[in-house]
């Protein structure tokens, strides 16, 4: 199974940005996905997270509000719409699958990075 997300880029501050994650296989359409996110010398966080069937979505308390997540699970992908962007918001983000955890509380599969940096 991979995780390929794309869109990251250099945008100004609040800019916006659109992050998309495709998936390999069409059994992720079962799992919960979402993303991470990693600034420079600080831990992976979360971000936000969509169930299986799109109904039900999760934040991290510094997005909420700026961020979107969506799915379409015809096409295996989801995506993370970013408005208001601010220099924190800077970092690598990650796009991530779960099938044990609707909010990713535990992650089955990671895919690789997408840079996003926001100029100030």
């Known amino acids: 199974v991979q995780l390929q997300a794309s869109g990251g880029g250099l945008v100004q501050a609040g800019g916006s940005l659109r992050l998309s994650c495709a998936a390999s296989?069409?059994?992720?359409?079962?799992?919960?996905m979402g993303w991470f996110r990693q600034a420079p010398g600080k831990e992976r966080a979360f971000v936000a997270a969509?169930?299986?069937?799109?109904?039900?979505?999760y934040f991290a308390d510094s997005v909420k509000g700026r961020f979107i997540i969506a799915r379409d699970n015809a096409k295996n992908t989801v995506s993370l719409q970013i408005d208001s962007l601010k220099p924190e918001d800077t970092a690598v983000y990650y796009c991530a699958a779960g099938l044990r955890s609707e909010s990713l509380a535990v992650v089955d599969y990671w895919g690789k990075g997408t840079q996003v940096t926001v100029s100030s």
């Open positions: 969509i169930s299986w069937s799109g109904s039900r979505t």
């Open positions: 296989a069409r059994a992720l359409s079962s799992y919960a």
